[in-house]
């Protein structure tokens, strides 16, 4: 017997090629955006299972509104703070996600952001251009050494570890915060301290938290108010990780010398106040946006869906 499923924002043909084979219905949110609140409460009435995303708020009401028939909400990304995990456990639906495939894909964008954000690329680029270059300039858009700095990473998880292990062609002491040691980081020398001695002893920070009550805000006008002046900060984990008024006044004021963003406090928002100030680098959420990472990750997430329909234990269950 074919299932019935939704699909709340179009993923990679690879996904859909695993579906397809076992789901009639297969429907899908139009190509173009994501579900709507209103198409998205509609969508997932009486469907066996949901494949949501990021960006979708899956709380109760949602969770309700699929009904007693749905056994599974597999969600395409690794993050689930946008999913009520208490609620999905009270009504017996199946949560899952898309861990590791994306690790790599992240780590080399927080790299393209430190990068960019260190040796002023975006400004660069914005005046080869523009037609005002007047010529090689030994004072023009000076910016940050990188090799041999100090690299702080907060939250050392598969994205986190995987960003301090590409420091080793630029012979950069490391520093980690986490609850728990990184053997991999440790065994490159790194240091494991607190979060007060990373902000203040790293020249580029790096965030890869996930986004929970103890992390929202986590780097706050304190927190900046600790970072060196030449410091860059980096976010490719959760936008409100970073209280973002605080970090707008923090580069407005060159507290700090500059950040690179991929991830925002109200996305798809960009606040004006962020998107003005050159000292910044910012992407529309990228972490994930190479090819071949998407399509593992379409795959990753149809076929956990399907295991669940076919009650079978998925590889990657998140438990509340």
Same mark, same amino acid.
């Given at each position: 017997?074919? &299932?019935?499923?939704?699909?709340?924002?179009? %993923?990679?043909?690879?996904?859909?090629?695993? @579906?397809?084979?076992?789901?009639?219905?297969?429907?899908?949110?139009?190509?173009? /955006?994501? #579900?709507?609140? =209103?198409?998205?409460?509609?969508?997932?009435?009486?469907?066996?299972?949901?494949?949501?995303?990021?960006?979708?708020?899956?709380?109760?009401?949602? +969770? *309700?509104?699929?009904?007693?028939?749905?056994?599974?909400?597999?969600?395409?990304?690794?993050?689930?703070?946008?999913?009520?995990?208490?609620? $999905?456990?009270?009504?017996?639906?199946?949560?899952? !996600?898309?861990?590791?495939?994306?690790?790599?894909?992240?780590?080399? @964008?927080?790299?393209?952001?430190?990068?960019?954000?260190?040796?002023?690329?975006?400004?660069?680029?914005?005046?080869?251009?523009?037609?005002?270059?007047?010529?090689?300039?030994?004072?023009?858009?000076?910016?940050?050494?990188?090799?041999?700095?100090?690299?702080? %990473?907060?939250?050392?998880?598969?994205?986190? *570890? $995987?960003?301090?292990? /590409?420091?080793?062609?630029?012979?950069?002491?490391?520093?980690?915060?986490?609850?728990?040691?990184?053997?991999?980081?440790? #065994?490159?020398?790194?240091?494991?301290?607190?979060? !007060?001695?990373? +902000? $203040? =002893?790293?020249?580029?920070?790096? +965030?890869? *938290?996930?986004?929970?009550?103890?992390?929202?805000?986590?780097?706050?006008?304190?927190?900046?108010?600790?970072?060196?002046?030449?410091?860059?900060? %980096? !976010?490719?984990?959760?936008?409100?990780?970073?209280?973002?008024?605080?970090?707008? =006044?923090?580069?407005?004021?060159?507290? %700090? $010398?500059?950040?690179?963003?991929?991830? &925002?406090?109200?996305?798809?928002?960009?606040?004006?106040? @962020?998107?003005?100030?050159? !000292?910044?680098?910012?992407?529309?959420?990228?972490?994930?946006?190479? &090819?071949? *990472?998407?399509?593992?990750?379409?795959?990753?997430?149809?076929?956990?869906?399907?295991?669940?329909?076919?009650?079978?234990?998925?590889?990657?269950?998140? /438990?509340?």
């Amino acid at each position: 017997m074919p &299932y019935n499923v939704f699909v709340t924002r179009q %993923i990679p043909e690879a996904g859909l090629d695993v @579906l397809r084979p076992h789901c009639d219905p297969l429907d899908c949110a139009p190509a173009d /955006r994501s #579900a709507s609140r =209103e198409e998205l409460l509609v969508g997932v009435r009486g469907r066996d299972g949901v494949l949501c995303s990021i960006g979708q708020r899956i709380d109760e009401e949602v +969770l *309700t509104a699929a009904g007693s028939r749905c056994r599974v909400f597999a969600n395409f990304g690794v993050g689930t703070d946008h999913i009520d995990l208490a609620a $999905a456990d009270r009504l017996g639906i199946t949560v899952t !996600n898309t861990p590791g495939v994306l690790t790599d894909a992240t780590a080399d @964008l927080a790299w393209t952001l430190l990068m960019a954000a260190a040796r002023r690329v975006i400004e660069g680029d914005g005046l080869a251009r523009s037609g005002r270059w007047a010529g090689w300039d030994p004072m023009e858009l000076r910016g940050h050494d990188v090799a041999g700095r100090t690299l702080g %990473i907060v939250g050392a998880g598969r994205i986190g *570890t $995987a960003v301090g292990l /590409r420091s080793t062609g630029f012979r950069m002491p490391v520093l980690y915060v986490d609850d728990r040691n990184s053997p991999e980081l440790d #065994a490159l020398g790194a240091r494991q301290v607190d979060l !007060n001695t990373c +902000l $203040a =002893e790293s020249d580029f920070v790096s +965030l890869h *938290t996930p986004l929970t009550e103890q992390t929202r805000h986590l780097i706050g006008p304190a927190e900046l108010a600790r970072m060196k002046p030449t410091a860059v900060l %980096i !976010n490719t984990a959760r936008g409100p990780v970073i209280d973002e008024p605080a970090l707008i =006044e923090a580069l407005r004021t060159h507290r %700090i $010398a500059a950040a690179g963003l991929d991830v &925002y406090e109200g996305e798809p928002t960009v606040p004006p106040e @962020l998107a003005a100030l050159e !000292n910044v680098v910012c992407l529309p959420h990228l972490g994930s946006a190479t &090819y071949a *990472t998407r399509d593992r990750m379409a795959v990753m997430v149809a076929r956990d869906l399907l295991a669940v329909l076919q009650g079978s234990e998925p590889e990657h269950r998140v /438990r509340p």
